[in-house]
């Protein structure tokens, strides 16, 4: 599309939006169900990746997303900061329907084999949807950033996408034939979760009332992302207070041409602000199990909690 000015979509955004609703209950229902048969799962199969990837995707060119998760992004990155915090019932906003689609992608992909070229296609096709929001208002702007920008008007997706991303990376972390230029393609997991701290004010209630509502997948989310504290190989970069923090990741020339995010250091990691946050969630479920106000048993996730802080 370049810089010249969008077209419009053929479907309006109303539209568009129900039918990825639907799209995305119909890939629910083939993953859950076994009596559907195969030629129904691969149609949706196809249809996701087509939604993503484009219908020429390849490892051997460069990896753009389909035709409407391109013109959405680009819709979104043409917004200003000041419209994406107002309604606008002229303006349609075409963030519900890239949450959609992420989460389509995302869906497919974890149920894949990480080995084929199918889930590498995914991995960089999703990446470049996100960064291809980015405002030109916000040029030093991370790419977890722009995911929470992008995830932060739904509570559901925003977990249900975290935790499909957290789950993506340790099935291509665990695949010998995983690239170290895939796994950047996915959201550094601590920088994610200090974005999403920050996003809500370090408000240790707020993340509480995630982790025990029923309507989100907050809780499976903290749990996956808590494992990575006691995989060496996950966490030696923000272990030792004098070492550099997590590094975000980085577009390659491969993705994204000559586009280029900037790398955070030591000064941007909020270590103390994520362990009074952390301490203070850990004291808030225990005092609420004491009242039996928790529908589950804390008590691992605590443990879980105060590995992590003995690690920040």
């Not at 996915?186 to 920050?198: E, G, K, S, Y």
């Not at 006691?230 to 993705?255: K, L």
Request: aromatic letters at 6%; one cysteine or more; hydrophobic letters at 40%.
């Amino acid at each position: 599309m370049g810089d010249q000015n969008l077209t419009p979509l053929p479907l309006h955004s109303p539209v568009a939006h129900l039918l990825l609703r639907s799209l995305h209950s119909l890939n629910k229902m083939t993953a859950e169900t076994e009596w559907l048969c195969t030629e129904v799962r691969s149609t949706v199969d196809a249809t996701i990746y087509a939604l993503v990837c484009g219908l020429e995707s390849s490892l051997l060119a460069e990896v753009e997303p389909g035709p409407t998760a391109s013109y959405l992004a680009k819709a979104e990155s043409q917004r200003s900061l000041e419209s994406k915090l107002q309604i606008d019932l002229l303006t349609p906003d075409p963030s519900p329907c890239l949450r959609l689609i992420l989460l389509n992608g995302l869906e497919l992909g974890v149920r894949l084999d990480p080995s084929t070229e199918t889930v590498q296609c995914l991995a960089r096709a999703l990446y470049s949807i996100v960064l291809s929001t980015r405002t030109f208002e916000a040029e030093l702007v991370t790419f977890e950033e722009l995911l929470l920008q992008l995830l932060s008007g739904d509570d559901s997706h925003l977990f249900q996408c975290l935790n499909l991303w957290l789950e993506l990376e340790d099935r291509l972390h665990n695949c010998i034939s995983t690239q170290q230029s895939l796994l950047k393609m996915i959201p550094d997991a601590h920088w994610a979760f200090a974005r999403l701290a920050q996003t809500i004010g370090y408000s240790a209630h707020l993340l509480v009332d995630w982790i025990v509502s029923p309507e989100t997948n907050c809780l499976t989310y903290l749990v996956r992302y808590l494992r990575r504290f006691r995989d060496p190989d996950r966490c030696r970069s923000i272990a030792p207070t004098e070492q550099p923090a997590p590094v975000s990741p980085q577009p390659t020339s491969r993705t994204m041409g000559n586009t280029s995010l900037p790398t955070e250091t030591i000064s941007h990691w909020p270590r103390a602000e994520l362990k009074d946050m952390l301490q203070s969630v850990a004291h808030c479920l225990h005092t609420l199990n004491s009242h039996g106000n928790v529908p589950f048993n804390p008590l691992p996730l605590i443990r879980s909690i105060n590995h992590a802080l003995s690690v920040i």
